[in-house]
Structures are given as structure tokens and as C-alpha cells.
């Protein structure tokens, strides 16, 4: 059954403390990106990557990291330097390096920063 | 960059047609239009995509007029599952400047 995941679906921190969201994928996928959607906007691209061991800022980058160790896992670790991290993060693959191919997303984490 | 500018919501009955546009007067040369169904907590999920002129699939059709300064989504005969937030993104093949609506959210009534 092949999918993307993203865990956990609910996130609660404490304000100053890093969080990592996890994001799989076993659609054999070589893009892999990571979006933030907040009430009323549409998706904000924070990372992306291509190929294994390689990833580019997206447009909101700051405050945000990511790794790609593996074809199949592109984590997300929200800093304490990011202003209002407070969101709903999707994370999405697709296959090739075209970006305007289909993007299939996770269910998504909803991070709660108090 | 191409902007995008969708209608904040829509309603409509079962069994009618509907039709969602998305202004992009800046679009690019390069760029494509896609468009996505979100259901509340859950990610998107792509519809259709096209480039210009009219695309259709088993879901949807996409209207893209010959300027390509919008493109429109047309639903036949909508049902109740139909009720989601649409979102039109416009992009290029060459690079990841992913331009995304605010999204339209569809309500359909019995």
C-alpha cells in the first residue's frame, strides 16, 4: 500500500524548543518538499529536495531544517527561531525532478507552539 | 511572479455544474496550471492539469483561454463529497517558484 505518512498528526510544544515533524514515502519518489498552510492562505513552500542528500530553501526557509538521508524520509525540525510556528505542515513527493508533476501529500501535522 | 487570485467560496446544489476560476495575469511563458482538492485535515490531491486550451479527465474539465491570464474549473454534476477547498497553483517544469491560490472553498447543498 503505498503512500507518503507524516507523524505525529498533532504536535503541542512549549515555545524555545526545537520539534522535528517526520515525513516517509515508499512511492519510490525522488522530489520530496515541505509546505506550511495557514487558516485562509494557500501552501508556502519551506523546503524541497531533488535527490538524497540534497535539499533547497523554499520561500519561507528561515526558522526551518530539514535533512535527506535516506530517498524515503525528508524530516522537518521547526527551530525556536521561527516567529510563529504555529501551522498545519504538509509534506508532499513526486516523482522525477519536474516540479509541476503530480504532488501527492501526507495527511499532514498540526503543530501547536504555546 | 505569476499572483493568483481565486474566489474566497463558492455555493452550489447537487447535480449542477460548477465552474471555479483563477486569475493569473502574470503568468509566465513556462508555467502550468494545476489544480488541487483539499478535504479539512487532510493534504491536497490533484485534479487536472493543462497548459492552454481545454484538458479533461474523469473528474474535471480545465478551460485555459488563449491570453492564459486565467483558467477555469468546471465540475459536472456536483455531489455532497464534492465540498472542499480548491486550489489553483501555477508553476514552471524548470523551477520550484510554486505559486499557490488562497484556495476556494466549495460548498455544495442538497
Known amino acids: 500500500d503505498g503512500g507518503i505518512t507524516q507523524s505525529p498528526k498533532y504536535l503541542f510544544r512549549k515555545e524555545g524548543q526545537n520539534v522535528t515533524l517526520s515525513c516517509e514515502q515508499n512511492?519510490?519518489?525522488?522530489?520530496m518538499y515541505w509546505y506550511r498552510q495557514d487558516p485562509g492562505q494557500g501552501l508556502r513552500l519551506i523546503y524541497y529536495?531533488?535527490?538524497?542528500?540534497?535539499?533547497q530553501k523554499g520561500d519561507i526557509a528561515e526558522g526551518y531544517s530539514v535533512s535527506r538521508e535516506k530517498k524515503e524520509s525528508f524530516p522537518l525540525t521547526v527551530t525556536s527561531a521561527q516567529k510563529n510556528p504555529t501551522a498545519f505542515y504538509l509534506c508532499a513527493s513526486s516523482p522525477g525532478h519536474n516540479p509541476m508533476n503530480e504532488q501527492y501529500f501526507g495527511p499532514g501535522t498540526r503543530l501547536t507552539v504555546t | 511572479l505569476a499572483k493568483t487570485t481565486q474566489p474566497i467560496s463558492m455555493d452550489s446544489y447537487e447535480g449542477q455544474e460548477v465552474n471555479i476560476t483563477c486569475s493569473h495575469n502574470n503568468i509566465a511563458t513556462n508555467d502550468y496550471i494545476t489544480w488541487y482538492q483539499q478535504f479539512p485535515s487532510q493534504g491536497p490531491r490533484f485534479i487536472i492539469q493543462?497548459?492552454?486550451?481545454?484538458v479533461t479527465n474523469e473528474v474535471a474539465s480545465l478551460f485555459i483561454p488563449a491570453d492564459r491570464k486565467s483558467s477555469t474549473l468546471s465540475l459536472p454534476r456536483v455531489s455532497l463529497s464534492d465540498t472542499a477547498v480548491y486550489y489553483c497553483?501555477?508553476?514552471?517544469?524548470?523551477?520550484?517558484?510554486?505559486?499557490w491560490g488562497a484556495g476556494t472553498k466549495l460548498i455544495i447543498k442538497p
Open positions: 493543462g497548459y492552454k486550451t481545454k
Open positions: 497553483l501555477v508553476g514552471a517544469d524548470s523551477n520550484y517558484q510554486l505559486i
Open positions: 512511492l519510490n519518489h525522488d522530489a
Open positions: 529536495s531533488q535527490i538524497v542528500n540534497d535539499f
